[in-house]
């Protein structure tokens, strides 16, 4: 198979901000074009020849950052790693005019930063692919990556039973969109004090029941796994939520994934998008077993962020 006779298709939204501007349909195309590119890493060295994309982060960052540029070089185009403080956005320069000189300069542009506002504003004046590298409210990125990694382990996603226990953050609201989109059934396990987003749970509702999966979510944790084929948990506190460390530590502390816990569904595996705080969220114990699935994960940015790379950038023509 060529990458040629995987038919990308041109990609009409541009941008990669919250998953949804990718119908179910394409979704599978970049996880068919990720396979390939995994299989054969050094066939398309150049895919990207001339092609730069820029990196804005106002977040810390290890596997976002590195699979983006290390990406980029892997298909012969070259990354720019940019910090807002040393750009004159951070002086005040308006997001509408810095999306304006990045889009004659640069192909595309990933930007981590805190508010998802900022992201679909620069994606509104830029006339290049904008794609969402982490904000509050959603990581679309890793959710094609735990897409990719799922199905290299169970070879299909429709019906799968993905339980997330922990905070309702941004990692939750992207799997909400992810699983109803792909027929996935989802139960969110947390405190009713951190509940993910109403609107975008009520929303993915709906998209389940036409997609004939289902939503849940419950605030008890004891019996609430059985059944799962994934266990999905992420940090208590996320990025920028630093200050309620402490009190969330203890609001959380029956959320923890341990071995105890993961004996209610023997066969599942365990998913975290890291990074990890070991003895919290998740022991030192399965973060290590057989069941967990995190490194796969983690390699599997690449490969997946390389497919959206070519297909966003690969067709981008330069509008001046
Ligand atoms: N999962 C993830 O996005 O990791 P980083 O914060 O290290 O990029
Ligand atoms: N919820 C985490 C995800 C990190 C990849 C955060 O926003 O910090």
């Not at 951070?90 to 304006?100: K, N, V």
């Not at 409210?137 to 997330?164: I, N, S």
Request: net charge positive; glycine share 4%; proline share 2%.
């Amino acid at each position: 198979m060529s990458i040629q006779n995987v038919k990308l298709k041109i990609c009409s939204p541009r941008h990669l901000l919250t998953l949804k501007e990718f119908t179910s349909t394409e979704i599978i195309e970049l996880l068919d074009v990720a396979t390939h590119l995994k299989k054969f890493p050094s066939k398309y060295s150049d895919a990207l020849r001339g092609k730069t994309l820029a990196l804005i982060f106002d977040k810390s960052s290890t596997r976002t950052r590195l699979s983006f540029e290390v990406g980029m070089f892997q298909l012969g185009g070259q990354s720019l790693f940019l910090n807002r403080n040393d750009l004159q956005l951070g002086r005040g320069e308006t997001i509408e005019d810095s999306a304006r000189v990045f889009s004659r300069m640069i192909h595309g542009i990933v930007i981590r930063t805190f508010s998802q506002k900022m992201v679909e504003e620069f994606a509104q004046y830029a006339s290049i692919p904008v794609i969402n590298g982490l904000t509050d409210m959603y990581h679309p990125c890793q959710l094609l990556a735990d897409l990719f990694t799922l199905r290299e382990r169970f070879h299909k996603l429709k019906g799968l039973q993905v339980v997330y226990v922990g905070d309702g953050n941004n990692m939750v609201h992207s799997w909400l969109i992810a699983a109803s989109m792909m027929s996935i059934n989802f139960k969110v396990i947390c405190p009713k004090k951190y509940k993910p987003n109403t609107e975008i749970f009520q929303e993915a509702q709906v998209i389940a029941s036409k997609n004939k999966s289902l939503i849940q979510m419950t605030h008890g944790i004891k019996g609430a796994l059985a059944g799962a084929d994934v266990v999905y948990t992420d940090v208590w506190t996320s990025m920028g939520q630093e200050q309620e460390r402490s009190k969330r530590l203890k609001e959380f502390k029956s959320f923890q994934i341990n071995q105890k816990l993961l004996k209610e569904t023997p066969n599942a595996v365990f998913m975290h998008c890291l990074p990890a705080h070991r003895g919290e969220e998740v022991t030192a114990e399965v973060m290590a077993s057989d069941r967990s699935l995190v490194w796969e994960q983690a390699e599997n940015r690449l490969h997946v962020q390389k497919a959206l790379l070519i297909n966003l950038l690969n067709n981008d023509k330069l509008k001046r």
